[in-house]
């Protein structure tokens, strides 16, 4: 399909496991964020990619948490050593370039036991 | 800090009425404003921006307005219909520019036939 894909869909995992989450935004699209969303929340947002570079990483919660994207396409979210805070639903999204509309995908629903 | 407020009770109004949504924010001056629209389960999408410049912007049914005194902005939707029923959130720019959203909670609307 032609808009952003997530994957996985669900990720369950133990405590103390680290975890990878991807994201496929929409071919052409410079800029890539990544978002997480905890029950009945906004959106976090997390950090921004405008080609392969991440701005501004203000947004990650802690030094467990990292995002890198290469050949200005696919991105992935490592988030090392998961804690039960980290369950939340985390979002992908993709523009044009920067001060767009942004197209979400899916998201990755992350459940730490 | 930024801050967004939405409404966090739901908002419930019979089909043909008009539907109005608040968002107000405090500590910035954002360069532009967002509206999307999430279903349960569904990553955000986009419905409307609306810049610092800019008192109202309309979409069919959609009317945005941007109070930058006020630091509100309201959302309607005419004419409403059962299938208008979803969350609605508020999104703020941030960074000047480099499309940097911090999202409200949101506001359900429930439409009733």
């Known amino acids: 399909g032609a808009g952003v894909s997530q994957s996985p869909s669900n990720k369950v995992t133990e405590k103390g496991k680290d975890v990878e989450l991807r994201c496929d935004p929409i071919?052409?699209?410079?800029?890539l964020y990544w978002y997480r969303q905890s029950l009945g929340q906004g959106l976090e947002f997390l950090i921004y990619f405008q080609g392969n570079s991440a701005p501004d990483k203000s947004g990650l919660p802690s030094d467990r948490f990292s995002a890198e994207r290469t050949g200005g396409s696919v991105s992935t979210l490592t988030i090392q050593r998961t804690q039960q805070e980290d369950s939340a639903v985390y979002l992908c999204a993709s523009s044009p370039g920067l001060g767009d509309e942004q197209f979400f995908g899916p998201g990755t629903r992350l459940t730490v036991l | 800090s930024q801050k967004i407020e939405q409404n966090s009770e739901a908002l419930n109004i019979q089909e043909g009425k008009t539907a109005t949504l608040t968002c107000n924010y405090t500590n910035y001056s954002p360069a532009y404003l967002q509206w999307y629209r999430q279903d349960p389960g569904r990553g955000p999408v986009f419905l409307l921006l609306i810049r610092e410049n800019e008192k109202e912007k309309r979409k069919e049914r959609l009317k945005v307005t941007f109070d930058t005194t006020l630091k509100q902005s309201l959302f309607h939707i005419t004419a409403s219909q059962p299938a208008d029923s979803a969350t609605y959130l508020c999104a703020l720019e941030f960074s000047g520019g480099y499309n940097k959203l911090i999202f409200g909670a949101g506001t359900r609307l429930a439409v009733h036939p």
């Open positions: 071919s052409g699209h410079t800029a």
